[in-house]
């Protein structure tokens, strides 16, 4: 079995808490984070953050990292 990155919950999680939640914009969650707006909406858009950005998004989400890495038959 291999384990795989699933970005597209990453990507829903971080836009449902963005828009759902706090009801703000990319600007403003990425002050929040520490990363830059255009990071967050790459990740909205589902493409690779890198590992330092991952980690302080999860923390932001309050999420453990390993959420969202999925096991593959």
């Known amino acids: 079995m291999k384990q ?3 970005i597209k919950s990453f990507a829903e999680a971080v836009k ?3 828009v759902m939640k706090l009801k703000t ?3 403003q969650v990425g002050k929040q984070i ?3 707006a255009a990071t967050v909406s790459r990740i909205e858009r ?3 953050p890198d590992m ?3 980690v302080l998004t999860c923390n932001w989400l309050k999420t453990p990292v390993t959420k969202f890495f999925k096991t593959k038959k």
């Open 4 to 6: 795989h990155f699933d």
């Open 25 to 27: 914009g990319v600007r």
């Open 34 to 36: 520490g990363i830059s």
């Open 46 to 48: 589902e493409l690779m």
């Open 16 to 18: 449902m808490k963005r």
């Open 52 to 54: 330092n950005s991952f």
